[in-house]
């Protein structure tokens, strides 16, 4: 249990709204990262933080925003939701040496 | 451009039979991972392989990793339903971050 933990679970919102979707690990993940999951794109990157404080873009990184005040939290933002913003949306955060990250639940979000 | 093929991207099996995933990469790198993805779930990591020859074995699933050939390739042997799911491959190419092939689903079929 690498105690990566995503809320809500799912979510509708409109056009325009303002969405948070929150990460929170139990773990000391030093890495996080966000990704978005649509059929016939596999997982890509939106956004990635290697500590408190720090972040960066990843491949589409676009009408989201993400802030790290807390190693353990890692909330990503949708300013304006927009239909292509649809998706399913994974946590992850990463263990030191090897690399390997583990993934949170996910959270479905569903823009009309 | 840093990409990661995977093929086939559907796979349709008959149980008790072998087949191989390929995972192709675009440059170097030695740290590849593979992971699981059932239908509506989340990823589970399977294996992990850090270098040239790396091989890494688990009930009936084998990966291996030839990084001069770019290539990795997960192995099923005498395939059982409970396989079915999304594998998905990732790479490492040496920025802190992962690039995901865009998955294989396999289905097992009886």
């Known amino acids: 249990d690498a105690g990566i933990t995503q809320s809500p679970r799912y979510k509708i919102t409109e056009t325009g709204r303002q969405v948070t979707l929150m990460c929170h690990q139990t773990?000391?993940?030093?890495?996080m990262f966000w990704y978005r999951q649509d059929l016939g794109h596999g997982l890509r990157l939106i956004y990635y933080?290697?500590?408190?404080?720090?972040?960066d873009k990843g491949e589409v990184p676009d009408g989201y925003v993400v802030s790290r005040s807390k190693t353990e939290n890692f909330p990503l933002t949708l300013e304006s939701a927009t239909r292509s913003q649809t998706s399913v949306y994974f946590c992850?955060?990463?263990?030191?040496?090897?690399?390997?990250?583990?993934f949170g639940p996910g959270t479905r979000l569903t823009v009309l | 451009e840093l990409k990661v093929e995977q093929n086939p991207l559907f796979l349709s099996m008959q149980e008790g039979k072998n087949y191989t995933i390929y995972c192709n990469y675009s440059?170097?790198?030695?740290?590849l991972y593979w992971y699981r993805q059932d239908p509506g779930k989340s990823l589970e990591s399977l294996f992990v392989?850090?270098?040239?020859?790396a091989v890494k074995q688990e009930g009936r699933l084998m990966a291996s990793l030839d990084t001069k050939a770019r290539l990795s390739t997960l192995h099923i042997t005498a395939a059982v339903h409970d396989l079915s799911a999304t594998y998905f491959c990732?790479?490492?190419?040496?920025?802190?971050?992962?690039?995901f092939g865009t998955g294989t689903r396999l289905t097992i079929i009886p």
């Open positions: 392989l850090l270098s040239n020859g």
């Open positions: 992850a955060g990463r263990t030191s040496g090897i690399g390997e990250q583990f």
């Open positions: 773990w000391s993940h030093s890495y």
């Open positions: 933080s290697a500590a408190a404080d720090i972040t």
């Open positions: 990732a790479v490492n190419f040496g920025n802190e971050k992962l690039t």
């Open positions: 440059t170097t790198s030695d740290r």
